[in-house]
Nanobody, 118 residues
Framework: QVHVVESGGGLVQPGGSLRLSCAVS????????MAWYRQAPGASRMQREWLTSIASEDYTTYANSVKGRFTASRDNAINTMYLQMTNLHPDDTGVYYC?????????WGQGTQVTVSS
């Protein structure tokens, strides 16, 4: 079994910062790619917005909506991915999910809630 656990969400004021973590444990082989997605309030699972991905060679890509504000990183030694979020907007509110691509399968966590509000 593979376990994916997101943490670090919370309530933050506009312009504030948060750091999310995604920890992977269990039957781990080579992790090909780790990614962050966001599900806005009222949106379905199919409407999750891709935010950023880090591939196994540490090649990182970002969606235009977060480029310059969010920074993703990976610590391969502990199978953990981070998302440093700055200058948060109310539109960044949602549940943030981590997606781990390994052995040709996607493994998802339960998500962590981020609320940006004054």
């Amino acid at each position: 079994q593979v376990h994916v656990v997101e943490s670090g969400g919370g309530l933050v004021q506009p312009g504030g910062s948060l750091r999310l973590s995604c920890a992977v444990s269990g039957d781990i082989t080579t992790i090909y790619l780790m990614a962050w997605y966001r599900q806005a309030p009222g949106a379905s699972r199919m409407q999750r917005e891709w935010l950023t991905s880090i591939a196994s060679e540490d090649y990182t890509t970002y969606a235009n909506s977060v480029k310059g504000r969010f920074t993703a990183s990976r610590d391969n030694a502990i199978n953990t991915m981070y998302l440093q979020m700055t200058n948060l907007h109310p539109d960044d509110t949602g549940v943030y999910y981590c997606d781990v691509l390994m052995r040709g399968e996607d493994y998802w966590g339960q998500g962590t809630q981020v609320t940006v509000s004054s």
